[in-house]
């Protein structure tokens, strides 16, 4: 049976866990070689065993995302082995605490601007070439309500979000009439580490899963999805 995503090439960011590694695995089982991309190679080789045991393929990348040129170094390697790019996630991110905006330590602030908006930057600079050599490329970026809701001690990734979602409409804006399609993921509230960081304690049972919401991002992946400049939001 032909899989939607057969013999496409995708790149997670923040692979390793959480949403991330749900969109992997999804993205795998329809059929495309996921190019799995963190710091931590224990937990990417993890992902890596859980798709090729469920027949997928995949390829680990671990990289720093904060170290900007390596970023050019991944681009490169994805031309020079495959000459393009179907599918990127931009999921990586980090969250810095929670804290009053006048207390955020400017070591923090930095950290946070590096992974969620300068990486994503440096990731659709280096990425776009690709992307536009596949028939249908699709980007698709996590944010957060965050980004939109005003509430206290978030200010700083909600600072990072709200870029995020400047960033990327307007790159949606300069692709359009191709056939790259760039799109924005917001999956509420789930059940990842991030989560469990900020909010230490809290009941878990009912929040969404790393599976469920690797769901939208699965469908905004498929080359017959013509949405485009949407931000997709959990029910």
Not at 4 to 14: C, D, F, K, Q, S
Not at 71 to 91: C, H, M, P, Q
Not at 209 to 224: E, F, H, N
């Amino acid at each position: 049976m032909s899989r939607p995503l057969e013999n496409r090439i995708a790149l997670v960011t923040g692979a390793s866990r959480g949403i991330g590694a749900a969109t992997a695995r999804a993205l795998a089982a329809e059929g495309a070689h996921v190019i799995l991309a963190a710091r931590t190679v224990g937990a990417l080789e993890e992902v890596d065993d859980a798709i090729q045991a469920a027949g997928g393929s995949a390829s680990i990348v671990p990289v720093d995302l904060r170290k900007h040129d390596l970023i050019d170094s991944l681009a490169a390697t994805i031309y020079e082995r495959w000459g393009k790019l179907d599918i990127f996630v931009g999921n990586a991110a980090m969250l810095g605490g929670l804290t009053p905006i006048a207390h955020a330590d400017p070591k923090v602030w930095q950290q946070v601007m590096d992974v969620n908006v300068t990486a994503n930057y440096r990731l659709i600079r280096a990425l776009d070439p690709l992307l536009r050599r596949s028939d249908a490329g699709r980007a698709i970026f996590i944010t957060s309500d965050s980004a939109q809701d005003n509430l206290a001690y978030w200010g700083v990734y909600a600072a990072s979000k709200a870029a995020l979602d400047a960033m990327v409409r307007a790159y949606a804006d300069e692709v359009e009439g191709t056939a790259l399609k760039v799109n924005l993921v917001d999956p509420g509230v789930v059940q990842t580490a991030m989560r469990a960081s900020a909010f230490p304690g809290e009941n878990a049972d009912g929040l969404t899963t790393p599976d469920q919401a690797a769901l939208p991002i699965l469908a905004l992946a498929r080359p017959d999805c013509g949405m485009h400049r949407s931000i997709t939001r959990a029910a």
